[in-house]
């Protein structure tokens, strides 16, 4: 195993803050790294060093020699004049990329649903980060780097990508550096982790639930040496002040050490806690559907369909789907937004929405303000653990500093859009959360502290999210959209994945005319077969691609080990032809079954 990317002494900074100072760490060939640390501590900087989009104030970065680096930005760099075709796989022509198994599977997996020929232009957010995830994943790279591969994917994207990237490199080969705020998908990935904190990166063995128990154990024990210290600071505290007539016989000695305690007393970090505030009295009815229908003008079928739910004071829900399932739409017809075309909602009269929306929709005319204008709308005080706080004390125990509250919205990082955003929310006061994709831009610290406000949240709570791990900890239920209807799976994530995969959930049509690769109408897949018979050869068909990709260089080295055999020794020059001919026969044999399951599989 050897270093395939060094960083040597590396330093720097950005207007205002150093970021990282005086780093020397590697990559290692085999190792499997994920990123944390809180947002604004120079995560995506690092990643950027790393992959040479950045040159450092000071040190180096080397690269072994000959290798390829592949990188997956947290904003992409596809044309929006290109075809989804060229933006994916280049100027490869179709006969190379369409016969090899790797690439199929990738591009059936993230962009199946969308037109091979369509203008990138023309897609969502959401497609245009599959499409670019596409892009990277059929490469062939020595080191992937990757800036939150899982927004924008549902929970089934993001556990076939973990499962594509535990198997994409052999064991001790390949390496990958990801920055991601998703603990399940560290957790299942990741084989060490680095910290960045402090202008410093520390490194830990594991994954994040192995982490977290280092760095448990870690301020333990700094706890442990900063009471020590607290208890002899206030020794020699109260030491020195014991009697000022005294004071100029006492040892120098000793008024140095108790000056030296005090200089280096650390300052107070910023607590990232925010404990519930007082909320509206919320009445006994929250919002009840009856049958209710909802169709997008010129889809073939509802995208919401038939649901009965009612939902009461203190209810905590999360809902569960696929992307383009229709969660959004389903929080819409929820909250009043959105009318139904079918059925009733009612609303109580004491309900208050606080509405957390996926693009932060409540600062999108506020790029020009800055975070101080924002918090003067609201009121002066409000009683939080039984002190009464400022709005912009609030925000600073939300993670931002004094010097930060002058900052534009639009010059603030993701996560500090969102940190504010929810905090907006808060200050309305409202009765019933609604929060679609929380945790997005959030890291792992502020999804610790947003967890730990909603513990104990006290009203209603209305969760749509693809963090697992978010998903499962803060609400009591789980309800899935699968096929335009709700239904309750008691058994959580897990249960909901059960059944997507048994169902085949697909997106339900919110436009008309869906189109397969080649920008034909897409034809129905496996014509005949039951979902089960479907899922059986589709395991076969993965398992014969992966068995032909790992054969396929095979021949070539049993052909050269055949040409180092002595030509006198008879015994081992048959041995070597009959492994040989065993291995070209059983590829044949796996490339006819291949095509055969293609086939019935309809690929």
């Not at 720097?12 to 970021?19: A, D, G």
């Not at 990166?201 to 020590?228: H, L, N, W």
């Not at 040892?251 to 990232?272: G, H, M, Q, V, Y």
């Amino acid at each position: 195993m050897g270093i395939l990317i060094g960083l040597d002494h590396v330093a720097h900074e950005w207007p205002n803050k150093k970021v990282i100072d005086d780093l020397t760490i590697g990559v290692q060939e085999g190792e499997r790294i994920g990123v944390v640390g809180r947002n604004g501590d120079g995560k995506s900087t690092l990643l950027d060093i790393v992959g040479r989009l950045v040159e450092p104030d000071a040190g180096t970065v080397t690269w072994r020699g000959g290798i390829h680096v592949g990188m997956l930005g947290q904003a992409d760099a596809l044309r929006d004049d290109d075809t989804v075709c060229r933006a994916v796989v280049g100027d490869v022509p179709e006969y190379e990329w369409a016969s090899d198994p790797r690439v199929r599977g990738i591009i059936d997996e993230l962009i199946g649903d969308l037109d091979w020929q369509g203008r990138v232009g023309e897609l969502s957010g959401g497609q245009r980060r599959r499409c670019d995830l596409a892009r990277l994943l059929v490469g062939t790279w020595d080191v992937i780097l990757m800036d939150e591969p899982t927004n924008h994917l549902d929970m089934q994207a993001i556990r076939w990508l973990a499962e594509h990237l535990k198997r994409r490199w052999p064991a001790g080969e390949g390496a990958l550096l990801v920055v991601t705020h998703d603990r399940w998908f560290l957790d299942e990935v990741c084989e060490h982790m680095w910290e960045v904190h402090d202008r410093e990166v520390t490194p830990f063995e594991g994954g994040y639930s192995a982490y977290i128990q280092q760095r448990c154990e870690r301020d333990r024990q700094a706890a442990v040496m900063e009471e020590r210290r607290q208890n002899t600071l206030r020794k020699e505290l109260n030491w020195l002040a014991h009697g000022a007539k005294a004071r100029t016989s006492k040892p120098k000695f000793r008024i140095d050490a108790a000056r030296e305690l005090i200089a280096n007393d650390p300052p107070l970090r910023n607590p990232l806690e925010l404990k519930r505030l007082a909320v509206s009295r919320l009445g006994k009815k929250v919002i009840t559907m009856k049958g209710v229908s909802y169709s997008y003008p010129g889809a073939d079928q509802p995208t919401v369909e038939g649901v009965d739910w009612l939902i009461g004071p203190g209810d905590r829900y999360g809902i569960l789907g696929a992307n383009g399932a229709g969660k959004s739409t389903l929080l819409r017809l929820m909250t009043g937004r959105l009318e139904p075309t079918d059925g009733t909602v009612g609303i109580g009269a004491s309900v208050k929405f606080g509405w957390l929306s996926q693009h932060l929709d409540a600062l999108s005319d506020k790029e020009d303000w800055r975070i101080l204008q924002i918090l003067s709308r609201y009121k002066h005080s409000y009683m939080v653990g039984g002190k009464m706080l400022s709005p912009t004390q609030l925000c600073e125990r939300l993670g931002f500093e004094q010097r930060e509250l002058q900052s534009f919205v639009s010059d603030l990082s993701g996560g500090q859009r969102r940190r504010l955003a929810l905090l907006c929310v808060i200050l309305d006061e409202p009765n019933v959360l609604v929060l679609d994709e929380p945790g997005n831009d959030l890291d792992t610290d502020m999804l610790a502290v947003l967890e730990d406000l909603l513990d104990s949240w006290p009203g209603t709570l209305l969760v749509v999210s693809h963090d697992r791990y978010l998903m499962e900890r803060v609400t009591d239920d789980q309800f899935a959209l699968i096929g335009g209807h709700v239904r309750h799976v008691p058994g959580g994530v897990d249960e909901y994945l059960r059944l997507a995969e048994a169902q085949g959930e697909e997106p339900r049509a919110q436009k008309p005319a869906e189109t397969g690769l080649a920008g034909q109408p897409a034809r129905d897949p496996a014509p005949g077969l039951t979902n089960a018979e479907r899922r059986d050869l589709k395991k076969r068909y993965d398992a014969v691609s992966r068995r032909l990709e790992k054969l396929d260089p095979e021949p070539d080295r049993l052909r050269d080990a055949m040409g180092k055999v002595d030509p006198s020794n008879y015994a081992e020059l048959m041995a070597a032809q009959k492994e040989l001919d065993d291995c070209v026969a059983e590829q044949a044999a796996l490339e006819e079954e291949w095509l055969e399951l293609a086939d019935r599989l309809g690929l």
